[in-house]
């Protein structure tokens, strides 16, 4: 099993950081504006990226205190399965998140590309938080051929 | 052991992407400006990043083919022992390029952030190679508190 880690801080309150995480609102800020479902404990979120395909995540945790959990039940076969897990912590002025991708049962080159592509977007999560605006797709920052 | 994997790529030639990794003018434009030595196997090179301080890789292969690898020899405790391993592929159009920083003991928070950093500077590595200028340190794109 081998994981993709990535940590981003910025000086905002949690909520901030947590609202853009635990809402469809916020998720279509930063990550894809295609974005719908209902974020609930149980529920699913579904995030679409145009001819590219999407991912399912069904809701795990949705702690305010800091902690977010999804699980992937659709999406490219190498993702179903795995765990997404956000640790969002106070830290003086700052907050920082602490971001999981777990459960990968080999390092593809997929992986590859999705650990850049999660470290791409986790900025446009900052950027959303610092500056109000994001670059979610389709209006995301492209890292090679097939993004 | 846990890695950090990316992948970037870029419509150009591989051997702009070699050159921009296996010499220090290259690495000078997309990593830090402050980058000293001699880019041979068994040579060193250096690389610093003002107070934050830096490394020090000893080159332990130099493939103009599409392969680089270094081992870290001074540095943050987390980093000495590691290994950074560089693939180029010239795949049509495109170069890909396969990253690697292999051989941490523990997924520790500092791993999440270098994971973040590593992609960011790979985007820089991509954008010197697209249009002759990336954004070394100090001229880095910042994604949280300590950098």
């Given at each position: 099993m081998v994981d993709i880690l990535h940590r981003v801080g910025a000086i905002a309150p949690l909520d901030d950081f947590y609202r853009a995480v635990a809402t469809p609102e916020g998720l279509a800020?930063?990550?894809t504006t295609d974005t719908v479902g209902k974020s609930e404990v149980g529920e699913k979120l579904a995030f679409r990226f145009g001819d590219?395909?999407?991912f399912d995540m069904e809701i795990l945790e949705l702690?305010?205190?800091g902690h977010v959990r999804w699980r992937v039940v659709e999406g490219p076969p190498e993702w179903i399965g795995t765990e997404i897990d956000w640790r969002f912590e106070q830290r003086d002025d700052y907050t920082i998140v602490l971001f999981k991708h777990e459960g990968?049962?080999?390092p593809v080159e997929f992986m590859h590309h999705c650990s850049t592509k999660w470290g791409s977007y986790l900025l446009s999560l900052r950027e959303l938080v610092e500056t109000g605006r994001g670059r979610p797709a389709p209006h995301d920052v492209k890292v090679a051929d097939f993004d």
């Open positions: 800020g930063w990550w590219l395909g999407g702690d305010p205190a990968w049962k080999e």
